[in-house]
């Protein structure tokens, strides 16, 4: 009995996967379930998968060019500086295990 119910369930997520699958190519199809799938509000399964994200965010709208940098500020001249390896000035083999364990 439960193999039953498991296969059922398996082929009807199986064939609405597919059913969502051919509306989100038949965009005509997609109109005639839902009569707002022109609209850029609209979402369902369908809009997710012809999109390929279910976290599919539209781009905000452009508000005008960048802010150029200020270009005459003064950055300072960079040096550099040797920094001894701190691995080198330890004392690796100072604990070592008696020769004769």
């Known amino acids: 009995m439960r193999s039953r119910v498991e296969a059922f369930v ?3 997520l199986a064939l609405a996967f597919a059913w969502t699958l051919v509306l989100s190519v038949s965009p005509q199809l997609h109109q005639r379930i839902h009569s707002d799938a022109n609209k ?3 979402s369902c399964a369908v809009t997710f998968i ?3 994200s279910y976290e599919h965010f539209a781009d905000p709208p452009a508000t005008g060019a960048p802010a150029q940098a200020d270009q005459s500020s003064n950055v300072p ?3 550099s500086r040797w920094v001894q390896l701190a691995f080198l000035t330890a004392s690796i083999f100072e604990h070592a295990p008696p020769a004769n364990s």
Do not use: K
């Open 77 to 79: 001249a960079l040096t």
């Open 40 to 42: 850029v509000e609209h």
């Open 10 to 12: 398996a082929s009807s």
């Open 50 to 52: 012809a999109a390929g």
